[in-house]
């Protein structure tokens, strides 16, 4: 195997406790990366993630925050610079959905969706990037989804909220870029997670007829190209939409 170019680096991975947000930070602990792990209510997950860091050789700790609550993202920023000293590499996971019909949204629905996915990455990113612009260097890895770009009925609120996602990483890359800070966005398609299998066996047919390469993705497929966008050999990436799903969005 290729010696890591970051390992020693300080990471702090969003809704880390489970599906794509744990692969994301076992994949960069796996290149010598040490990682935060961020949870809102999953705690004794989160344990056995920083336990499976500490396996893997890099440094690890639980850190709780609602990513949408702005000074609790503040509070989790400033708990893992006291204890890494710094974030080299910010992956904003967190995500929800809570889909229905734009007739019967809730205001709340909608705010709290947003809030989550769009607001989250918007509070954790302005509090890393001071930081990053003053070291000269910083990955920040968004998690979309494809339906960012291409829409889903029953999802206005999810759609929107990744819509922005991608808006927002374009604008930020641009603002970053001579300070060697890249930002971009993985955007995937159908991967098996909690999310998606609480959606049963008709949604999972319906789903897996729109997948040119006939199967589901698996959390590690989107947690080795977060590993990769954060390596050095991915300096030269950075304001990119990157679909990882199978063929859907082609
Ligand atoms: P999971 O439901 O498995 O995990 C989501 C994680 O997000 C949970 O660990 C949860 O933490 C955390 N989370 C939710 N709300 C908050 C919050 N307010 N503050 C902090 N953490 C929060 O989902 P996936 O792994 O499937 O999804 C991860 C990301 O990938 C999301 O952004 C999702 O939109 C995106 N995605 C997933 C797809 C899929 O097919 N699975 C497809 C496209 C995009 P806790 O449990 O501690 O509350």
């Not at 499976?52 to 690890?60: N, P, V, W």
């Not at 080795?224 to 063929?247: F, N, W």
Request: glycine residues 10%.
């Amino acid at each position: 195997m290729l010696e890591s170019d970051i390992k020693g680096k300080f990471a702090l991975v969003t809704g880390a406790a489970k599906g794509i947000g744990r692969s994301s930070a076992l994949r960069l602990a796996e290149q010598g990366v040490n990682v935060a792990v961020n949870y809102n209510r999953s705690l004794k997950e989160a344990k056995d993630v920083v336990a499976e860091i500490k396996d893997l050789g890099s440094d690890g700790f639980a850190v709780q925050a609602d990513v949408g609550k702005p000074d609790q993202v503040k509070t989790m920023i400033d708990a893992v610079n006291d204890r890494f000293g710094q974030i080299d590499i910010l992956v904003n996971n967190a995500g929800i959905i809570d889909d229905t019909l734009i007739m019967r949204m809730s205001d709340e629905q909608w705010r709290r969706v947003i809030e989550t996915n769009l607001d989250g990455t918007f509070y954790c990113s302005r509090g890393v990037v001071r930081s990053m612009i003053k070291q000269r260097w910083g990955r920040i890895i968004n998690i979309g989804s494809i339906v960012g770009s291409h829409g889903n009925p029953g999802q206005t609120n999810y759609s929107a909220s990744k819509a922005g996602i991608e808006g927002f990483t374009k604008a930020l890359a641009k603002e970053l870029a001579n300070r060697s800070v890249t930002v971009n966005v993985v955007t995937p398609g159908y991967i098996i997670t909690e999310t998606v299998e609480v959606l049963g066996p008709q949604f999972r047919e319906k789903m897996l007829s729109m997948i040119p390469m006939g199967y589901l993705g698996d959390p590690d497929d989107i947690g080795h190209i977060v590993a990769y966008l954060a390596s050095e050999k991915a300096r030269y990436i950075t304001g990119q939409v990157i679909a990882v799903d199978g063929g859907m969005a082609v």
